[in-house]
């Protein structure tokens, strides 16, 4: 039987041209299991997409444009990512429970020699790396541009073109709770916030006190409430049911429970709720 000849181990001075050293470095052990490990792991990770998802839907999301594009950001950076956490994961337990029969008392073994510079496997790693973060960085600004149109902006409610046909609603929050006056009613005022569908809605947003932070989870809509200052947010939401408002600005004592419902209803619907609080629609 003969014998495969011996491998001379490898040093800076000795070196065998880079493809040769990629190749040879895939077949070790060690190399061959974290490849096998990062693609298991990968497909464990991917049902994360859609998991993450449905947990954002439990309670009734995506009502509005804005939040399908936040949940297709979302399930694109999860999916994303998952080749670079599988691969962390994978070294990650392949240290832990691949090198574990090393004990004090053995010497170091001497199958896996000292790793040098591979430009391959450098080129490799930051070509891919890089790839995917652009990717991110160029689809986040996309997303980001489209959901700012969603949003109306920074237009105020009355330039906006159509503005008078849209639902105008002051946003007012306070330790602990939020207020929402409708300018075009005669003075209606009201904790729960009750909006038409498909109808533009546009939020003047303050606070009387310290900065909270105005969020209609399932309508995709976040923005501070400055104390002295108003800003601006809008949506269109698009279906209906009863939604959550919160507060995403620690506050104080109560911020938890700083929340309340937003009730997105049918135009006639909305038209009698007005009559009902006593508000005369004014526009
Ligand atoms: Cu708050």
């Not at 994360?48 to 594009?69: F, H, K, R, V, Y």
């Not at 969020?215 to 108003?230: S, T």
């Amino acid at each position: 039987m003969t014998q495969a000849p011996q491998e001379q181990p490898e040093s800076p001075t000795n070196r065998p041209p880079s493809m040769h050293r990629f190749k040879n470095w895939m077949r070790r052990p060690y190399a061959r299991h974290v490849m096998i490990w990062t693609v298991v792991i990968g497909f464990l990770l991917l049902p994360l997409c859609w998991l993450l998802l449905a947990a954002m839907n439990q309670t009734g999301a995506p009502a509005s444009e804005i939040m399908q594009d936040i949940e297709t950001t979302v399930f694109v950076f999860t999916l994303v990512s998952i080749p670079i956490t599988a691969f962390v994961f994978a070294v990650l337990l392949y240290s832990l429970i691949g090198w574990k029969r090393i004990s004090s008392d053995e010497p170091p073994m001497q199958e896996n020699p000292a790793i040098f510079t591979n430009r391959i496997g450098v080129v490799l790693w930051t070509v891919v790396t890089s790839a995917l973060a652009m990717f991110l960085v160029v689809w986040g600004m996309i997303e980001l541009a489209q959901i700012t149109a969603n949003s109306y902006g920074t237009i105020s409610a009355n330039e906006q073109p159509g503005g008078n046909q849209s639902v105008i609603v002051n946003v007012t929050g306070q330790q602990w709770v939020w207020t929402f006056a409708y300018p075009q009613t005669d003075g209606l005022v009201s904790d729960i916030l009750y909006l038409p569908v498909d109808k533009p809605v546009y939020f003047n947003v303050t606070s009387k006190d310290v900065i909270h932070n105005f969020w209609a989870v399932e309508l995709g809509v976040k923005i501070d409430a400055n104390p002295g200052a108003v800003t601006t947010a809008g949506v269109t939401p698009n279906k209906l049911g009863t939604f959550n408002i919160r507060c995403a600005e620690l506050c104080g004592m109560h911020h938890a429970y700083m929340e309340t419902e937003v009730r997105v209803v049918t135009q006639e619907q909305f038209d009698s709720w007005v009559r009902e609080m006593g508000g005369r629609r004014t526009s």
